[in-house]
Every structure is written in C-alpha cells, then in structure tokens.
C-alpha cells in the first residue's frame, strides 16, 4: 500500500513478554497491527493484555456477543460458553468488524502508536486489512487514499530474473506513485505494481502504461492476472470451446494436477476424469498400452492419446515422472515427460529438474498446468524455463 513497514516481532502465548512487545511497539511506531490471540482458548492472551498495557478494564461488549449469537445461530450451531472471552474487550476499544469469524477485531492507542488487533486466521485477516485497517492506515498517514494493487502471476522465471526483467518499469510513472513488489511461492512469482492516485481516473491513466510494459516484459511467462488462477485460466479457455473437456493422468504428483482444477466451479462439465498412479506398469495396463514402459516423451504422447480415447475428452494431459534414486537432497531431482493429445495433434517436451523431491512435484504439477494453459492458447508449449537443469 505504500506504507513503510519498519519492524515485525513475534511473541509466544506469555503475558509478560506480550505486555513488554506491546508497550515497546506502543513507544516506536505510529501505527501497530496485532496478529493473533483473539480466539476463545486460555491461551489467546491479546485482548488482555492490550487493556493491561493500556491500563484501562476489561469490559463485555453486547455488540459483539450479540453479533456472534447470530453467527452460530446462521450456522444452526450452539455457541460454547468460552466463546464469550471473544467479546471481553479493552473498554477504549473501536471495534473492528470481522463478518467471517468469531474473532473480534479492535482498535486503540497504547502509548503513541494506534494499535489494531486482528485474529490469526488468515482469510480473516486479510478482509479486515482490506476492508478496516488500510483505509484507516492511509487516513492516518495523510496521503492520498485512491490506491490500487495489480497483480501478475508468472511461472518459469525466478525471482532475481523477473526483477531484471522488469527494471525502471516504475520510472513509467514519473512522480513515483507506482511501486513494484514481489512475492516468491515456488513454483509461482507474484508480481505485484501498487499506484496511488488522486482518483479512480487518476490511478488508470498512471497504471496503464505500467500493465502494458509488464505484459511485454514478461510475455508467455504470465500465466495469470489478479484474482484469477492457473487453473482457472485453464478452465475459462476450456468451457470457451464448443464441448472442450479435459482428462489428466500423472504419476508421483498424488493427483495434484486433477485437484487444481476438479473442485473449481463449473469444472463438472468440463473435467471428465483423473487417473493417478505410482507404478507405470499399473498405468500402463489401465490403459490399455502395448508400448514399452519407459518414462518418454512418446510414452507421455502415448498415454495421453489412450487417456482422451478412453474418456471421450476433447484433451488429455499426461504428466509423467521418473524420479532419481537416493537420498531426499538439493541435487536430488526427476525428469518429467509431459504430453497434451487432441483427436488430431499431440504436443510434448522434456523437463530436468533438480531440488528434493517436493520440489520436483510442485514443479511437475504447475509445469504440466502451464504447458497445458500454453496449448489452450496458441503459445509454445516448449519454452525454457529457470528451474530447469541439462
């Protein structure tokens, strides 16, 4: 959001050590967010200890006892008696609304600093940020409160490669609004371009040229913007298609790939089947394969023909692993062979990569998803990547 972040600490369930983190923060920050200790058990200790330093009383809010009756009432669930404790509030608290849990969220100063407290779930914490904590952040902070996060999800390029790549991309907006940030979860890079604006109107003409040349850097390699998903891409490009549907089989990913997209919404009538297996041979028998058992690129074409002959699907992905022997190690690694098979085209590659086994199967899975969203939109499937080794 443009804020600067200029400390993070971590406290255990200790009244002593929270009182001494909360008074300490209270006397160098502005502005502190409290994660965690909201819940009903013995051990969530912050609103106790937010009125201790205070020194202020711990007092029942009928607002939020009320507010949580409903939420179990919603629910058809009996509240338990120490649910009560989520309603036991500093008597200076502002009370932050938290429509998806139980979990009171509150506000007040301790020391200098205005404190706001949130609970430890994370979908919960991140609709209060959004919702109550920024916009009080950025009113706070006397800077100008039209702000806007663009998000670009990319796979194939790691972290020190993306940031290269997209150098002076900021100085596209000359008075330094924009700033770009990055967050690594392998196997994806988030790439994030936050602007602030005097106005709605203000924020799309600075952003605009920012979308545009982040597109151009990253090319192929963006797999998703914003809210959407890998898989969710995938699936919009397959219910586009006149009856597209979609068969995978994979080994070694425990299903991964099928997971991804099975659950989504509207993916009953485009996902027709999942086969997962450990042993090649077994697949091979399922299948009906006459060829030999080998991890190939023309085994993965192969299996991925029979798979869509099999289901009926308009494609299949085949997503093949031939692990390394020995120990779980960073030099450890598998080669995977991958194959997308229509009724009239089958497209393939052959993929090295090294780092644990865990490694190898989080980069098979997002591999074989994005090779796939590739074929669905007329890019190359075969395209080098970072995390791939000779």
């Known amino acids: 959001m443009g804020l600067s972040v200029r400390w993070g600490t971590t406290v255990g369930d200790d009244r002593d050590t929270l009182l001494a983190a909360f008074l300490h923060a209270g006397e160098r920050a502005d502005a502190v967010i409290v994660n965690g200790g909201l819940g009903p058990t013995v051990d969530d200790l912050s609103q106790e200890v937010a009125a201790r330093a205070a020194g202020v009383d711990l007092v029942l809010s009928g607002e939020w ?84 996060l663009k998000r670009f999800h990319s796979y194939g390029l790691g ?56 597109r151009k850097r990253l090319g192929n390699f963006i797999l998703a913007e914003d809210d959407d998903t890998l898989e969710s891409v995938i699936l919009k490009s397959l219910k586009k298609q006149q009856q597209g549907s979609l068969t ?63 289901s009926g699907a308009s494609h299949a992905l085949a997503v093949l692993i031939d692990l390394d022997d020995g120990p779980d190690r960073i030099d450890f690694g598998g080669s995977i062979c991958l194959a997308i098979a229509t009724e009239n085209d089958v497209a393939s590659r052959r993929s090295r990569i090294l780092g644990g086994r865990e490694w190898v199967r989080l980069g098979a899975v997002e591999l074989g998803l994005d090779c796939l969203r590739r074929y669905l939109y007329g890019l190359p499937v075969t395209e080098r990547i970072d995390f791939e080794r000779t």
């Not at 036991?88 to 009370?95: K, N, R, V």
């Not at 932050?96 to 509150?106: E, K, M, S, V, Y």
């Not at 602007?195 to 952003?207: F, M, N, Q, S």
């Not at 997962?276 to 192969?302: K, M, Q």
């Open 65 to 148: 006892l009320t507010t949580m009756e409903a939420f179990f009432q919603r629910r058809s669930r009996v509240m338990s008696p120490n649910n009560r404790k989520q309603a036991m509030l500093p008597e200076t608290a502002e009370i932050l609304d938290n429509p998806i849990g139980t979990a009171c969220g509150f506000a007040m100063d301790i020391g200098k600093a205005r404190f706001f407290f949130t609970p430890g779930v994370p979908r919960e914490l991140r609709r209060m940020l959004e919702e109550q904590i920024i916009p009080r952040l950025l009113a706070r902070s006397g800077t100008q409160t039209a702000i806007r």
């Open 159 to 214: 972290e020190s490669h993306v940031d290269a790549l997209l150098q002076g991309v900021e100085e596209l907006v000359p008075d330094g609004s924009a700033k770009l940030g990055f967050r690594a979860h392998y196997p994806q890079i988030e790439t994030k371009v936050t602007v602030r604006g005097a106005d709605e109107t203000d924020i799309d003409a600075k952003l605009a040229p920012v979308v545009t040349e982040v």
């Open 248 to 310: 995978v089989v994979e080994t070694f990913t425990s299903g991964q790939i099928a997971a991804r997209i099975a659950p989504l919404p509207g993916a009953e009538a485009v996902f027709r089947r999942g086969v997962v297996a450990r042993n090649v041979g077994e697949l091979w028998d399922a299948l009906a394969l006459t060829v030999p058992c080998e991890i190939t690129r023309e085994a993965a074409e192969a299996v991925a023909s029979a798979a869509r002959r099999q």
